[in-house]
């Protein structure tokens, strides 16, 4: 077997994990930059694909007399929680159907563009189709609605008529609450049990700026700009202790995949504006690009 190939880094490089070493990190994200976006999308497919399989596998290997009602049962507490049993229960007798984040998020966005609600997807599914690969539980969507203001209460019944239409569950109350005071709700599909948050955007300028640079991806679906996902997950990764090592790590995932292609101005300039010039800056050495 050939010798992997030595890497040159800036100084202050660091791998992804601690058991990874410089020179497999770099070919990593060698290989991850030369991959067409439709290829790191089905990467994406696949990997959440097999976990969920994974996951049905476990629980049918822990209680193998289960019934299919049953093994919902366990998912539905194991993947949304105890507390969503009694919302879903009339859902017992369904197949579970696997589903995959990009499918998900491409389904949402018919309903949105139906409604002509401008949205981003972010979060995790936005890191990994910029950055690496990793698993989600759920897909994070932001909606624009203060084109609606004078009319949320239509608005939301519209929403959540057309989303129960298609398979999902939602809450008319949470729905309309988030609309009003700019919060989030979430939307459950009832085939697969897989969950999307939907947050309403706020009005502030960094959110304003967020919706204004959203991208199409080739999956057809918007997502945020990779300088604004890094951003957005910088946010994350400081008001969440017990996230922040998964944040960290999709926000490096991001800045080596992307690198001199960044538009560093705008993201020195919110970094600053956000608070953020700090753990920024530390991002930008580990990831080699100081």
Same mark, same amino acid.
């Given at each position: ?20 070493s410089i020179d497999a990190d770099v070919l990593m994200f060698n290989l991850l930059r030369n991959l067409t976006p ?64 990009? $499918?998900?998020a491409q389904k949402i966005a018919d309903i949105l563009d139906s409604l002509n609600i401008p949205y981003a997807v ?12 990793? $698993? ?19 608005l939301a019944h519209n929403l959540v008529r057309a989303m129960e239409e298609n398979d999902f569950y939602v809450s ?102 956000? $608070? ?15």
């Open positions: 077997m050939p010798a992997m190939p030595k890497a040159t880094v800036r100084p202050g490089y660091k791998p992804q994990s601690e058991d990874t439709l290829q790191k999308a089905q990467r994406l497919i696949n990997f959440n694909r097999s976990l969920r399989r994974l996951a049905l596998l476990g629980i049918k290997a822990q209680y193998p007399d289960a019934t299919p009602a049953q093994v919902r049962q366990e998912f539905i507490k194991r993947c949304l929680g105890a507390e969503w049993l009694a919302v879903l229960k009339n859902e017992k007798g369904r197949e579970l159907v696997i589903e995959d984040p990009i $499918g998900l972010g979060g995790s599914v936005a890191s990994s189709l910029l950055g690496e690969n990793r $698993g989600t539980q759920d897909i994070d969507i932001v909606i624009d609605v203060s084109a609606s203001q004078s009319q949320l209460g239509e008319f109350l949470a729905v309309e609450d988030a609309l009003k005071a700019s919060m989030s709700f979430n939307a459950i599909q009832r085939s697969s049990l897989e969950k999307a948050d939907i947050f309403v955007l706020g009005q502030d300028p960094f959110s304003v700026s967020k919706i204004s640079r959203r991208q199409m991806h080739d999956t057809g679906i918007y997502i945020y700009s990779p300088e604004d996902i890094i951003l957005q997950k910088l946010r994350w990764y400081k008001m969440s202790p017990t996230e922040s090592q998964k944040q960290w790590r999709d926000i490096l995932g991001v800045l080596k995949v992307q690198g001199e292609r960044l538009d560093f101005d705008y993201l020195w300039q919110w970094a600053e504006k956000l $608070g953020l010039s700090e753990p920024f800056g530390q991002a930008v050495t580990d990831a080699g690009l100081a």
